[in-house]
């Protein structure tokens, strides 16, 4: 936290504050270090507020507690309070302002923006066709994603999906740079019916710097295109608790994006889209879509919108739309898909699809509670899970990280 805009920049004010959620009673525990916000010659009992701000139009959250002595040098504070429902899910996606002061010198005002810590031992990247690539007309444009956890012992364990790529002739970990990149890893040998598993247990410390600066690059050469993607600190969402990403993709289309889906013990289903492709970006509508014959006739099939406009490369959020069907569904599998109309600007005024393009993926079966489901859904049924999946990555739960680099411009971690 730094002074407020609206202050001189010279005042000498700063401070840290630690945010974690008790995900039961969702209330939040606020470690606090501070100095320099206090008026002159003042030593005892001093009262202070702190203020959680959403950013959207949702009322401020507004906190007051004594500070029995002001030290010189450091002050710590510990404050427990709430943002409510409503205004929790901003905390995640690094919206909710918040903002320090003593009740008798709000001038000297301390703020800054919550943001969820970054673990930095999941990495994640939608691999697309490069755009150096020219594919000719009538071709198929491939596309997948990359799973990398770092582990204990500073190993890379990579998982690697891909489809409609024609024969897949080479897969590589590269290093990216401005004048030369480099081979990291050969995946290659590892690579079968689509999919790379395995860990690369050499790396050095450009390898692992590479990784934290968002430079490490995951590529997919074939017969007629290249995939790639730069793997990207991932974002520990609630919905990322599943095994792994779906892929949503159409087969002419350069765009492509992962969907991870998890359900939750109060039955909310919650989902982490990430986009990818060219620039520039299209605004585009999230749909959850239906297509099942196989249970009651009179349970008809279900479509949700669940965003109807995204101006962003990836959003997380959840929904509480889904009825018992849909949820028992979810966990069957093969019946639901991810819709992703992507609004571009059409290339002529005859085009047929009106700047709209469609991209699709179905959804595998998950892990649902039973207390969700229709009573006559077959909730012991034993489904096979193609490959290691993320939760062999993912070992880690307790730290939620936002996407962004592990180590900043001035070097520190």
């Not at 730094?2 to 004010?13: D, F, I, Q, R, W």
């Not at 790639?228 to 991932?234: K, N, R, Y």
């Not at 969907?259 to 620039?279: K, N, R």
């Not at 990836?314 to 028992?328: G, I, P, R």
Request: hydrophobic letters at 40%; charged letters at 20%; proline letters at 5%.
């Amino acid at each position: 936290m730094v002074p407020s805009s609206a202050s001189s920049p010279h005042l000498p004010g700063g401070g840290t504050a630690i945010v974690s959620v008790d995900s039961r009673s969702e209330s939040l525990h606020i470690s606090l270090v501070f100095n320099g916000i206090f008026p002159p010659s003042v030593a005892y009992n001093i009262s202070m507020v702190l203020q959680l701000t959403p950013s959207r139009a949702l009322p401020p959250v507004t906190d007051t507690f004594v500070l029995s002595k002001v030290f010189t040098d450091v002050n710590k504070a510990e404050v427990l309070t709430t943002l409510g429902a409503t205004s929790l899910p901003q905390l995640t996606r690094g919206r909710v302002h918040i903002k320090l002061w003593a009740e008798s010198a709000p001038e000297l005002a301390i703020e800054g923006t919550v943001a969820a810590r970054a673990t930095c031992n999941v990495f994640s990247a939608v691999l697309t066709t490069a755009d150096s690539d020219r594919i000719a007309e009538g071709e198929r444009f491939g596309a997948g994603w990359a799973v990398l956890a770092l582990t204990d012992e500073g190993f890379f364990k990579y998982q690697v999906q891909v489809e409609a790529v024609g024969r897949v002739t080479g897969v590589s970990l590269t290093a990216v740079y401005k004048r030369k990149d480099r081979v990291v890893h050969d995946l290659t040998d590892t690579f079968a019916n689509g999919q790379a598993n395995g860990t690369y247990t050499r790396p050095t410390y450009g390898d692992l710097d590479a990784l934290m600066r968002g430079r490490l690059q995951v590529t997919v050469e074939s017969e007629t295109a290249t995939l790639q993607g730069i793997l990207d600190v991932q974002a520990m969402t609630d919905a990322v608790r599943s095994n792994a990403p779906a892929l949503v993709r159409s087969m002419g289309v350069q765009w492509a994006a992962t969907a991870w889906i998890a359900v939750d013990e109060e039955c909310v289903m919650h989902y982490h889209v990430q986009l990818a492709g060219p620039s520039p970006r299209p605004s585009w509508q999230l749909v959850l879509q239906e297509r099942d014959e196989s249970y009651d006739p009179r349970l008809a099939d279900q479509r949700v919108v669940l965003e109807e406009a995204v101006d962003n490369w990836e959003v997380a959020d959840h929904t509480t739309l889904l009825t018992q069907a849909s949820l028992s569904r979810l966990h069957a599998g093969q019946v639901t898909f991810l819709e992703m109309l992507l609004f571009t600007s059409p290339t002529s005024p005859n085009e047929p699809n009106n700047g709209i393009t469609l991209l699709k993926g179905r959804l595998d079966s998950m892990p649902v509670p039973n207390a969700c489901m229709l009573d006559n859904a077959d909730v012991d049924l034993k489904k096979e899970r193609a490959g290691c999946g993320f939760e062999c990555l993912n070992t880690n739960d307790e730290d939620s990280s936002r996407r962004t680099k592990c180590i900043d411009n001035g070097q520190s971690t």
